[in-house]
């Protein structure tokens, strides 16, 4: 949806070049997670070498889906500081929705960036960090997979939703 409606230039929170990237990184993100909580939930062990490739692939989709939501994190933030150095109708549009007492500010502060980043990236960090920096085997528990999974799914829910929403509730600009 991000390439379309990128083209409409009379909804200034759409007619970004940026808003494509963020919606191609999402998905990927969204990808991920639904990836890893199908293995997590329908997951069968038979030997140990199952066993052993099950824990090094879920450890390389946690590590790409922090990774993504890293840079998914950063296009976010060039978005909102492109909109702050600019004088036109998108900063206004990104105070008007987003500021405290904002039109979506609950939506996005504590659905896209709390439970859609903040909540990921504390769960991968606390599963990948031990492999990653100390060379300890990779163990993390299925609750505690699907819960990385489950609030990536939802904060990238709320992002697309306070995307389109949050696109409507701001009028046409320049008709």
Do not use: C, K
Request: aromatic share 12%.
């Amino acid at each position: 949806p991000g390439f379309m409606m990128s083209g409409l230039a009379s909804r200034p929170l759409w007619s970004t070049a940026i808003l494509p990237t963020v919606t191609l990184l999402s998905g990927l993100v969204t990808g991920l997670a639904a990836i890893l909580l199908s293995r997590v939930i329908f997951r069968r062990l038979s030997n140990q070498s199952s066993q052993e490739s099950y824990r090094q692939n879920n450890y390389r989709i946690s590590l790409l889906i922090m990774i993504f939501l890293v840079l998914e994190f950063f296009v976010l933030l060039q978005l909102f500081i492109f909109a702050s150095n600019n004088d036109n109708s998108l900063r206004f549009v990104i105070t008007q929705l987003f500021s405290i007492g904002g039109l979506m500010d609950l939506e996005f502060w504590v659905g896209v960036i709390g439970i859609g980043f903040l909540i990921p990236l504390i769960i991968g960090l606390l599963m990948v960090v031990p492999r990653l920096v100390f060379s300890r085997e990779y163990f993390s528990y299925r609750p505690v997979e699907m819960m990385m999974s489950v609030t990536v799914l939802i904060g990238a829910s709320m992002l697309i939703y306070v995307l389109l929403i949050g696109g409507q509730l701001t009028g046409r600009i320049g008709l």
